[in-house]
């Protein structure tokens, strides 16, 4: 009996802890090459903030060299019009597919996160010019309480749209 018990109490967390992890993501066109975007967050991140100086107002390396797997970068950004901060590990980089995954380990987002896994990835655009830019995220509230991060998928999706603009500016 005590094993069926456990075994029930188990798979209750279990439910629990899986209707507190979530996804989300959203597709951005751009007029910009795929490269030139991936470059931004993978070759030279630091560049964001000039791109989008309203919502990123810093980007510096803390460990590790830009866009390599390991590496430690650290962000100073406006969020829902308060100044955050977010320390991130690079998890994966494939120029080939022009992706690029950030895992939060510092910062704003775990106050009200276990976890949070940021991918961002640009593909061309089929029969014309410009790309498509993908944002994946992966999260774990603390409880229920916590909404789900729209606000930050948001945030992305303006990020993105502002160093589109950058980098057609820089053509």
């Not at 940021?118 to 640009?122: F, K, L, N, R």
């Given at each position: 009996m005590a094993t069926k018990m456990a075994g029930a109490a188990m798979n209750l967390a279990k439910r629990e802890s899986s209707s507190l992890c979530g996804k989300l993501e959203t597709d951005i066109e751009i007029k910009a090459s795929a490269g030139k975007f991936?470059?931004?967050?993978?070759?030279?991140?630091?560049?964001?903030?000039?791109?989008?100086p309203g919502k990123i107002q810093g980007c510096e390396l803390h460990e590790g060299d830009w866009?390599?797997?390991?590496?430690?970068?650290?962000?100073?950004?406006?969020h829902d019009g308060e100044a955050k901060v977010a320390k991130e590990r690079i998890e994966a980089v494939e120029p080939e597919k022009n992706l690029i995954t950030f895992r939060v380990i510092e910062g704003d987002l775990l106050k009200e996160y276990k976890s949070f896994v940021?991918?961002?990835?640009?593909t061309p655009k089929r029969g014309g010019p410009g790309s498509v830019v993908h944002w994946h995220v992966e999260?774990?509230?603390?409880?229920?309480?916590?909404?789900?991060?729209?606000?930050?998928?948001?945030?992305?999706?303006?990020?993105s749209k502002e160093i589109d603009e950058h980098l057609l500016n820089e053509e």
């Open positions: 991936h470059h931004m967050f993978a070759g030279r991140p630091h560049h964001v903030s000039k791109a989008t866009g390599k797997v390991g590496s430690i970068v650290f962000w100073n950004y406006v940021i991918t961002i990835q640009v999260y774990e509230k603390i409880d229920d309480k916590v909404a789900h991060p729209e606000t930050f998928l948001d945030f992305c999706v303006e990020v």
